[in-house]
């Protein structure tokens, strides 16, 4: 099968597509012939060892994983003995368990019990692609404040417009929160038509500097710090980063302090669980995943320089297969 490999940490460069072995499916497996996977940030972080940390879970030297790639749609080719919940021929999409990787690829193998659901109805794989990744990192981001019982609570979601925040205001609204989102000015209307009742643009206000207090800041895009939004913080409010080295500190030190604090759940987890829930939104017209580019596996090495220049709007989606079947 066609997959896209690297052998080295370094540039986009290093990415090539090569001929691998197919991978056969265990007893507990499902075979997955993916029609769609996308590109994120993870998935250029390790490739380039940013932050070199990294490194000491994927590989000091060199990537121990040749294949990266977390979310993905795709159909059922075969299944393990075992398999009870799949069959083949089903539309699937999912996401690889935590630091598993391999959906850059033709086919994967994954348990039926790792974070994979039948495809909602009426949406592409390519639209199915990137649900996963975003959405579970927001709520991962959001759940230990109690987001899912915050009705009437207040959310800031700082970086509104990428992957993680385009998730994080869909689901901070769903779970009846109320939602201040911030981004630039391209990305206003989108962002409101997500759900957010306001949207500060960041060109041209500084949330930090009006005055305005909240029971959540989510830090969807990495680049606010706790002291810098302190102020922002309502009295017991909570600062919920998705990056930093320094939050790995400050998240234990504020939780013994009392009052404000950093709450900063790493690694991340992917459920089963959560991709039902998302599927269970989708069908209920509560969420979508946004598409900013879609690129073809070939081009994986454009896809992956778009993904860094740290602008893109929601997700980036790369086609193995066909175009937009349903
Ligand atoms: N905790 C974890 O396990 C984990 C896993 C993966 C990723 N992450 C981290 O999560 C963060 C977000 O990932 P992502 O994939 O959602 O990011 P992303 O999609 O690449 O975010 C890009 C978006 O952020 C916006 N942005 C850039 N600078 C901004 C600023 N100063 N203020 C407000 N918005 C800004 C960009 O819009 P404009 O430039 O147009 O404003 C763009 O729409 C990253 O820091 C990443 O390292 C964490």
Redesign the pocket.
């Known amino acids: 099968m066609r997959a896209v490999v690297y052998d080295h940490y370094g540039p986009p460069e290093v990415l090539r597509i090569e001929d691998v072995p197919k991978p056969l499916p265990n007893d507990d497996e499902v075979l997955i012939k993916i029609h769609a996977t996308t590109v ?3 998935d250029c ?1 390790l490739r380039a060892a940013d932050p070199f940390i990294a490194r000491f879970f994927t590989g000091l030297l060199r990537p121990k994983q040749r294949i990266l790639g977390t979310e993905l749609a795709g159909v059922v080719e075969a299944i393990g003995s075992s398999v009870t919940e799949f069959a083949v021929g089903d539309h699937v999409f999912g996401s690889t368990p935590a630091f598993r990787f391999g959906a850059h690829a033709e086919f994967i193998c994954l348990r039926e019990s790792d974070p994979l659901a039948h495809k909602p109805a009426g949406i592409s794989f390519e639209e199915a692609a990137p649900v996963c ?2 959405a579970i ?1 927001a709520l ?2 959001m759940r230990p404040a109690g987001i899912e019982s915050a009705k009437g609570k207040s959310i800031l979601v ?8 385009t998730a994080g205001v869909q689901l901070a609204r769903y779970f009846g929160a109320d939602v201040t989102a ?3 000015t ?2 206003l209307e989108l962002v409101r038509s997500l759900g957010a009742d306001r949207v500060i643009d ?1 060109t041209e206000e500084d949330f930090t500097k009006n005055g305005r207090q909240y029971d959540y800041i989510f830090d ?4 606010l710090s706790f002291s810098r939004c302190r102020g922002s913080l309502k009295p017991g409010g909570s600062y919920h980063p ?2 930093g080295l320094q939050n790995v500190i400050l998240a234990p030190l504020t939780s013994r302090i009392g009052g404000k604090r950093v709450i900063f759940p ?3 987890r992917y459920t089963k669980k959560d991709v039902l829930f998302l599927k269970g939104l989708i069908e209920a017209g509560k969420y979508r995943a946004v598409i900013d580019r879609c690129y073809r596996l070939e081009d994986v090495i454009e896809a992956t320089r778009y ?1 860094e220049t ?6 980036v989606v790369l086609t193995v297969i066909g175009r937009r079947a349903q």
Do not use: E, F, H, W
């Not at 700082?158 to 925040?165: K, L, P, V």
């Not at 969807?220 to 680049?223: H, P, Q, R, T």
């Open positions: 994120t940030r993870t972080g990744d975003g990192l991962m981001g700082y970086g509104a417009s990428g992957s993680i925040g911030v981004c630039n391209k990305n960041y969807a895009v990495g680049k998705t990056d790493i690694p991340p993904v740290r602008q893109k709007t929601g997700n």
